[in-house]
């Protein structure tokens, strides 16, 4: 029996993926609009890894073909999604903390469904192709850049995007823990992202080739 090894998964790219995809891609900008209140509003982690999101989820929808080459950057929006998920769940949710959304079904599509629905879809759909060996530490250089951009300007503007990072509470110290801590779970996750992909985008399908056919 002759069996193809140069054929991929393919699954995702249906009539049913893209659709559900658009539709978060919309409801997600939706949520962005109504949200929007002032500049300050392009300083939350949040706001951005969402923004990113839609983006993915458009691309995905009007070209599903780009999930065979889109890994990198698609990695890297789930990262940030899921960490987004994860930091407001277990820092922000229970000290009920201002994260700028007052609606509660903003707050549920950015913060849950958003995060969820991404991780899920890399989780049943990883991309196609092998990501490159240092995929984790590019994925790494957004928020390292959001970090210094957010402490840079929170001390000019005298505002802070989130509790955890505003020295003026706690000093930098706790703001230097808080900071590892965060980044010990942004390896932690992205390592297991890219570790799935791997293991799991590149499996082959096994179909007859032509010759068994015949």
Do not use: C
């Not at 609009?33 to 993915?56: E, G, H, Q, R």
């Amino acid at each position: 029996m002759t069996i193809s090894s140069s054929v991929r998964p393919v699954l995702g790219r249906g009539t049913v993926s893209r659709v559900l995809r658009g539709l978060l891609a919309i409801l997600i900008v939706a949520a962005l609009a109504v949200a929007y209140v002032s500049i300050n509003f392009f300083f939350y982690f949040t706001v951005l890894s969402n923004i990113m999101a839609a983006l993915l989820l458009a691309g995905q929808t009007v070209k599903p073909g780009w999930m065979s080459s889109n890994g990198t950057f698609r990695g890297a929006v789930t990262l940030y999604m899921s960490i987004t998920g994860m930091v407001y769940a277990v820092l922000l949710r229970p000290i009920e903390a201002d994260v700028g959304l007052s609606d509660p079904w903003i707050n549920y599509v950015l913060h849950t469904l958003g995060p969820a629905t991404l991780l899920i879809d890399w989780l049943l759909f990883p991309p196609e192709r092998r990501l490159a060996r240092n995929a984790l530490w590019t994925w790494l250089v957004f928020p390292a850049v959001y970090l210094a951009v957010t402490l840079i300007r929170g001390s000019i503007a005298d505002w802070y995007p989130y509790p955890f990072l505003d020295p003026r509470q706690a000093g930098y110290g706790s703001v230097a823990a808080y900071s590892a801590a965060v980044l010990v779970v942004f390896v932690a996750v992205g390592a297991f992202l890219k570790w799935w992909a791997d293991q799991r985008g590149s499996a082959h399908l096994v179909v007859p080739s032509h010759s068994e056919a015949r």
